[in-house]
Nanobody, 120 residues
Framework: EQVEESGGGLVQAGGSLRLSCASP????????RGWARQAPGKEREFVAS????????YYADSVKGRFTISRDHAKNIVYLQMDSLTPEDTAVYYC??????????????WGQGTQVTVSS
């Protein structure tokens, strides 16, 4: 399975972006999905995840209250709404199928990522 991320771009601090993660797999609704990010010179880190039903969501402390993860079962898409962005959010954002809500080492089917750049 290969997911495809989109929606990244350049935004000023305080702005918003919505990332999308599209999956071609018909069993999309049965899997936990997650977002992670990797900033230059840093390791990839957990951002958010959502269960198959869409009613359990988990966030990194650094994005809690600013980012919202959701999923559209009809479109096989997982979204990451990012508000109140700061330069520290600058990174490549990746989507994957998650075997564990927070442990990204267990995630599979990573996409190519989408670049998010927040200017000060």
């Amino acid at each position: 399975e290969q997911v495809e991320e989109s929606g990244g771009g350049l935004v000023q601090a305080g702005g918003s972006l919505r990332l999308s993660c599209a999956s071609p797999v018909s069993t999309f609704s049965g899997y936990v999905r997650g977002w992670a990010r990797q900033a230059p010179g840093k390791e990839r880190e957990f951002v958010a995840s959502i269960n198959g039903a869409g009613d359990a969501k988990y966030y990194a402390d650094s994005v809690k209250g600013r980012f919202t993860i959701s999923r559209d079962h009809a479109k096989n898409i997982v979204y990451l709404q990012m508000d109140s962005l700061t330069p520290e959010d600058t990174a490549v954002y990746y989507c994957a199928r998650a075997a564990d809500f927070r442990n990204i080492e267990s995630w599979t089917g990573w996409g190519q990522g989408t670049q998010v750049t927040v200017s000060s």
